[in-house]
């Protein structure tokens, strides 16, 4: 489960891009330090604009930090590459 407010480290396995209504949208598939060594992942939506350095800066084996206010990412940070 998510938090309702602060923050979630995990390595970004995929993204996928969605619009909804013309908005634009990344789905980020996450496995969280806990989940590493199965098969879990987390997906979490972000908004475009959210996500620091631009979509380019997302590739798969980086590892983000996501901010999350209400449930809802609110920001998306590359840590490091893996």
């Given at each position: 489960m998510l938090p309702l407010a602060g923050s979630i480290r995990g390595k970004?396995?995929?993204?996928r891009e969605v619009s909804?209504?013309?908005?634009?949208y990344l789905?980020?598939?996450?496995?969280?330090?806990?989940?590493?060594?199965t098969a879990q992942a987390t997906k979490l939506r972000a908004?475009?604009?959210a996500?620091?350095?631009?979509?380019?800066?997302?590739?798969?084996?980086v590892v983000l930090?996501?901010?999350?206010l209400m449930g809802q990412v609110t920001g998306v940070d590359v840590e490091h590459r893996t």
């Amino acid at each position: 489960m998510l938090p309702l407010a602060g923050s979630i480290r995990g390595k970004l396995i995929e993204v996928r891009e969605v619009s909804i209504h013309g908005d634009r949208y990344l789905d980020l598939i996450v496995q969280r330090p806990e989940q590493e060594g199965t098969a879990q992942a987390t997906k979490l939506r972000a908004p475009i604009h959210a996500i620091k350095g631009g979509e380019g800066a997302l590739t798969p084996g980086v590892v983000l930090i996501c901010s999350l206010l209400m449930g809802q990412v609110t920001g998306v940070d590359v840590e490091h590459r893996t």
